[in-house]
């Protein structure tokens, strides 16, 4: 530990009057207190002790810049007394609440005690909860002189690289810490105040619906114990869905709102002279031209100084926070947004009537933003769920927006030539996207003319920075990857003992099989002369009922079709023909 008179040792959270079974989470890492009193008998490797109620992490990484790149989440889950809870059929666990964690511009007081910013709060009974109010001066330097060098309370003290590390190990720890990075890379302070308007200790709880949300009032909205985040509408529109299915979208339908009739019906339909009419000669397809309308009005409307660059950046950061908030705090509208935003980034790419991806429009035009895009994909996918895409409530199958979204982007980026370095760097992340995907997952992202079918050229590559993305499954995925290795092998054993040799068959079953053939010569010529006669005597019938006359299978005279038509009943003008050639030529004939 760095004695008080050393440098500035980072950032400090503080957590007091922690109930038993809390958990904290911190960068993605969690860990839960135990639910006894017991707890000062835990070896500090291994938890710090909580019967004080105390959680005290320190040398948190951070900078002395006013606005520091660095980003941590804290989410802390309060428990609740277990026998309480059992006794009104309740669950033991509270909501999850967030803090958000930058860097503030280090004040005087927390510079004294050695850090460069201090999160202190402590638990509130009346809404079990750990408070949005700071803690008060007093008791803040009563504590940190209990934890300074000298005090009783020193070997409570757990630093950041051992909260975040699952073992003694460097390697885990620094693992671990990566893939946060890689997670929240693009998640700074300027973009949390820009768009969120949230700041360093600020208290996030889940949002819930916009349109519950616009119904409140302000009094209402003020006595919220926390920020809930809100996101823009997000449309998206998918030219293999009907109109009617994609106006039931809610971000959709806010978006098409604000059209024009014209454009409506262009996005919706197709309409031809329409788009030249409202965007000119553009050869945007319906998908890419809303991309670029979202980003232009809701991303960089708001500062006349925001670049093109920065609108992109504010983008993908918002599909970053709001992963995280679907994971770590359960937040459904955080997950719509998660859903819709990377939904319509796909579509770009799909143009009208077909389901495949045009690589010489949206992907060429801005390959920087795909490729974080498609990086970021494969960060989230290593530390989600195995189960994510079994889930009932969020897919349905093959159907799961997540995998259309991938094999949409992904088929976009192996149509790219290699001319570049781009489009090379685009198939290259294209290629471990899809390693990752089946190699956790067991679902396959790639074409026929997949990398995957021919990219030994980033095999090493792939194997390095899956290892570091998912430091939580290296021992799963090494597992996984050996399952298949040997399902591969075992596949392989089976087509061998399948090669080509000579069999023997037995003469009854050659006399049957030449007894068969000739039954259905005979039955084939027999349909034959009966359609011919057909064809011959009433060729006037044909005409006048030609929906019965082609509904006529080999096996079925006409009679016998109008039987089935008539009991089958499907089709109104096939059954109106079958009742009157019934009635006014069969009838007739007796």
């Given at each position: ?13 503080v ?16 860990r839960?207190?135990?639910?006894t ?9 291994s938890?710090t002790?909580f ?6 992490v ?18 802390v ?11 009104n ?8 609440v967030?803090?958000v ?9 927390n510079?004294?005690?050695g ?6 709060r402590?638990?509130?009974p ?28 020193k ?20 693992n ?46 003020s ?12 449309p ?5 869905v009907g109109a009617?299915q ?12 604000g ?11 197709g ?8 965007i ?15 980003m ?34 359960e937040?459904?509208a955080?997950?719509?947004h ?12 799909v ?5 495949s991806?045009?690589?010489?429009s ?36 093959e ?8 094999r ?8 790219l ?5 781009s ?17 956790r997952?067991h ?32 021992t ?47 039955q ?35 009679v016998?079709?109008c039987?089935?038509?008539?009991e ?23």
């Amino acid at each position: 530990m760095i004695d008080d008179n050393s440098t500035i040792r980072g950032g400090c959270i503080v957590l007091i009057d922690a109930p038993p079974a809390t958990s904290i989470t911190l960068d993605g890492v969690t860990r839960v207190t135990p639910s006894t009193s017991t707890a000062d008998k835990t070896s500090l490797s291994s938890s710090t002790p909580f019967n004080r109620g105390l959680f005290i992490v320190d040398n948190i990484p951070s900078s002395a810049a006013p606005l520091d790149t660095s980003f941590h989440l804290l989410i802390v889950r309060c428990g609740r007394d277990l026998q309480k809870s059992s006794s009104n059929n309740g669950d033991c666990r509270s909501l999850p609440v967030g803090f958000v964690l930058t860097n503030p511009t280090a004040t005087q007081s927390n510079s004294n005690h050695g850090y460069e910013w201090i999160f202190a709060r402590r638990y509130k009974p009346e809404t079990e909860e750990m408070s949005n109010e700071p803690l008060d001066e007093l008791t803040l330097n009563n504590l940190m002189v209990a934890i300074g060098e000298r005090g009783e309370w020193k070997r409570y003290v757990m630093p950041y690289e051992q909260f975040m590390g699952v073992n003694r190990g460097g390697s885990s720890r620094s693992n671990t810490i990566t893939a946060w990075k890689a997670r929240a890379l693009l998640v700074n302070q300027s973009y949390l105040m820009r768009r969120h308007d949230l700041y360093h200790g600020d208290k996030i709880v889940p949002s819930s619906d916009t349109s519950i949300d616009d119904a409140l009032g302000d009094s209402t909205k003020s006595s919220v114990d926390g920020k809930p985040v809100s996101y823009p509408p997000i449309p998206c529109i998918d030219p293999n869905v009907g109109a009617r299915q994609l106006t039931q979208h809610s971000g959709t339908k806010v978006y098409l709102s604000g059209l024009s009739p014209e454009m409506r019906t262009w996005l919706l339909f197709g309409g031809a002279g329409s788009k030249d009419a409202v965007i000119g000669n553009n050869t945007s397809s319906p998908g890419e031209y809303v991309w670029k309308d979202v980003m232009r009005g809701h991303y960089g409307r708001e500062d006349a100084n925001l670049n093109e660059c920065q609108s992109e950046s504010d983008f993908l950061a918002d599909i970053q926070l709001s992963f995280l908030l679907f994971l770590f705090m359960e937040c459904h509208a955080s997950l719509e947004h998660w859903r819709d935003a990377v939904s319509m980034c796909s579509l770009s790419t799909v143009f009208p009537g077909t389901n495949s991806s045009q690589s010489n429009s949206a992907v060429l035009q801005h390959p920087t933003f795909f490729l974080q895009l498609i990086s970021i994909l494969k960060s989230q996918m290593a530390c989600i769920e195995t189960e994510f895409f079994q889930e009932v409530d969020y897919s349905s199958g093959e159907s799961n927006f997540l995998i259309a979204a991938m094999r949409r982007l992904c088929n976009a980026c192996e149509m790219l030539d290699e001319t570049n370095e781009s489009s090379a760097e685009l198939k290259k992340a294209v290629f471990k996207l899809q390693k990752l995907a089946m190699d956790r997952f067991h679902v396959k992202l790639t074409s026929q003319s997949s990398a995957l079918g021919k990219g030994n050229n980033y095999e090493d590559d792939v194997d390095m920075e899956i290892d570091l993305s998912a430091p939580h499954n290296d021992t799963k995925s090494e597992d996984n990857n050996a399952r298949h290795d040997e399902k591969l092998e075992m596949n392989l054993d089976d087509e061998s003992d399948d090669e080509d040799g000579p069999v023997i068959v037995s003469c009854d079953d050659v006399e049957a099989s030449l007894a068969r053939s000739c039954v259905e010569a005979v039955q084939a010529q027999k349909f034959h002369r009966d359609q011919s006669n057909l064809s011959a005597g009433n060729e006037k019938h044909r005409q006048s009922y030609p929906l019965l006359f082609a509904a006529m299978s080999p096996q079925e005279d006409i009679v016998m079709t109008c039987a089935r038509v008539l009991e089958e009943a499907k089709d109104v003008s096939l059954v109106r023909q079958a009742a009157a050639y019934l009635e006014e030529v069969e009838a007739r004939r007796f």
